[in-house]
């Protein structure tokens, strides 16, 4: 757990149920595509389920990103924490790499 920074975001129940719930259908899609891989299913449909993986972790990390946005950083901002404008940075960063 040293991994992480000490902050906490505290999510309501349903904000929890639903990133769960995306998860879930990100973990199957990839179960999928290892099946499809023991099956020797043709490159060009794995890479095609590849592709609906990537935009299902993208669209879940910027749904984790606009609530960051409106809650926690918001929330630093209301209290005169700056450094949140660093961290938002290295994240775009991040977001931004290939």
């Known amino acids: 757990m040293d991994k992480y920074c000490k902050k906490k975001t505290i999510r309501t129940k349903e904000e929890k149920k639903s990133i769960n719930?995306?998860?879930?259908?990100?973990?199957?899609?990839?179960?999928g595509i290892k099946k499809m891989i023991d099956?020797?299913?043709?490159c060009n449909d794995i890479l095609i389920q590849l592709s609906a993986v990537e935009?299902?972790?993208k669209s879940l990390a910027n749904?984790?990103?606009?609530?960051?946005l409106y809650s926690c950083i918001s929330e630093d901002m209301?209290?005169?924490?700056?450094?949140?404008?660093?961290e938002l940075i290295n994240i775009f960063k991040r977001f931004n790499k290939n």
């Open 21 to 31: 719930n995306r998860l879930n259908r990100i973990e199957g899609q990839i179960k």
């Open 39 to 42: 099956e020797d299913v043709y």
């Open 55 to 57: 935009n299902s972790v």
């Open 63 to 68: 749904h984790i990103l606009e609530n960051h």
């Open 78 to 86: 209301k209290n005169g924490k700056l450094e949140s404008i660093d």
